[in-house]
């Protein structure tokens, strides 16, 4: 199906989702043609950040894992919750409860996390058990003023073609029973938008989200004022296409064929 929008402001960054976009999650090998889509935004010379809620690996690890699938990018390029959020702990004193992926707890280091005075959740996976859960609500508990940090709000996403709970169900049962509102670190929210386009010098009229959820990617971009395309890969489904709520500029079967309408828009 051909890609294409009604959209007459010009491109001068692109910000793409990293998983179901670049790579199916769990996946080892590249979506088709999103290798060649991201070396003809760089080669076209605008401004490429790849933004995501990933938190089950390092951001070394991810850039790792990226490189190895033959994309190309600076660590610096990629934009996760955790640098973010371990900005926003030490800028505020404040010491986590963390209920994290095991590997992704690396990029907490030198984070201090005795006498914790907020808690932080992200997409722990497996660690999401009762047990676990309980003691991130029990500290909560504890507080004086509760802290919820959750990395990303994502509901669901894809994994070796099957849908997998993501860190938004647990974090609203933590909302609900500790009566507290979670802080979102990561897409959707505009204060991480907002540093991304302010790391590439581009107001958000002449930015681009490419991603596969229509909430978080394109809905989240288009709250903030970019424009937002989304891509039928990844977590997409067919009812993404009559969403009640988020209608993006754009539909793309695929990376590549986002890349067309994006370089369009930016002679």
Request: hydrophobic share 40%; aromatic share 6%; glycine share 8%.
């Given at each position: 199906?051909?890609?294409?929008?009604?959209?007459?402001?010009?491109?001068?960054?692109?910000?793409?989702?990293?998983?179901?976009?670049?790579?199916?999650?769990?996946?080892?090998?590249?979506?088709?043609?999103?290798?060649?889509?991201?070396?003809?935004?760089?080669?076209?010379?605008?401004?490429?950040?790849?933004?995501?809620?990933?938190?089950?690996?390092?951001?070394?690890?991810?850039?790792?894992?990226?490189?190895?699938?033959?994309?190309s990018m600076k660590d610096e390029e990629i934009f996760p919750p955790i640098p973010a959020v371990c900005k926003v702990l030490q800028k505020r004193n404040l010491r986590p409860h963390l209920l994290v992926h095991p590997t992704a707890a690396?990029?907490?280091?030198?984070?201090?996390?005795?006498?914790?005075?907020?808690?932080?959740?992200?997409?722990?996976?497996?660690?999401?058990?009762?047990?676990?859960?309980?003691?991130?609500?029990?500290?909560?508990?504890?507080?004086?003023?509760?802290?919820?940090?959750?990395?990303?709000?994502?509901?669901?996403?894809?994994?070796?073609?099957?849908?997998?709970?993501?860190?938004?169900?647990?974090?609203?049962?933590?909302?609900?029973?500790?009566?507290?509102?979670?802080?979102?670190?990561?897409?959707?929210?505009?204060?991480?938008?907002?540093?991304?386009?302010?790391?590439?010098?581009?107001?958000p009229e002449n930015a681009v989200m490419v991603g596969d959820d229509i909430v978080s990617d394109v809905g989240g971009a288009q709250a903030c004022g970019m424009l937002g395309i989304q891509v039928r890969t990844g977590k997409f489904r067919?009812?993404?296409?009559?969403?009640?709520?988020?209608?993006?500029?754009?539909?793309?079967?695929?990376?590549?064929?986002?890349?067309?309408?994006?370089?369009?828009?930016?002679?």
């Amino acid at each position: 199906m051909m890609a294409s929008w009604n959209n007459n402001r010009k491109i001068k960054g692109v910000l793409l989702d990293i998983s179901g976009v670049l790579f199916e999650s769990g996946a080892g090998v590249p979506i088709d043609g999103s290798v060649e889509a991201v070396k003809r935004l760089q080669s076209a010379g605008l401004p490429v950040r790849f933004c995501t809620n990933e938190t089950t690996m390092t951001r070394n690890m991810l850039t790792e894992k990226l490189h190895r699938l033959g994309f190309s990018m600076k660590d610096e390029e990629i934009f996760p919750p955790i640098p973010a959020v371990c900005k926003v702990l030490q800028k505020r004193n404040l010491r986590p409860h963390l209920l994290v992926h095991p590997t992704a707890a690396l990029d907490f280091e030198g984070i201090d996390t005795l006498n914790p005075n907020c808690v932080v959740l992200g997409d722990a996976t497996a660690e999401f058990t009762y047990h676990n859960l309980n003691k991130a609500f029990q500290a909560l508990m504890s507080m004086e003023k509760p802290i919820l940090f959750s990395l990303g709000m994502g509901r669901y996403y894809k994994e070796e073609e099957e849908l997998v709970l993501d860190v938004g169900p647990f974090a609203k049962a933590l909302e609900f029973a500790a009566d507290v509102k979670a802080e979102i670190v990561g897409k959707p929210s505009e204060t991480f938008f907002s540093s991304v386009l302010e790391d590439m010098g581009v107001s958000p009229e002449n930015a681009v989200m490419v991603g596969d959820d229509i909430v978080s990617d394109v809905g989240g971009a288009q709250a903030c004022g970019m424009l937002g395309i989304q891509v039928r890969t990844g977590k997409f489904r067919p009812q993404d296409e009559s969403h009640p709520k988020v209608k993006p500029d754009s539909f793309a079967d695929n990376l590549l064929a986002a890349v067309d309408l994006i370089l369009q828009a930016s002679k």
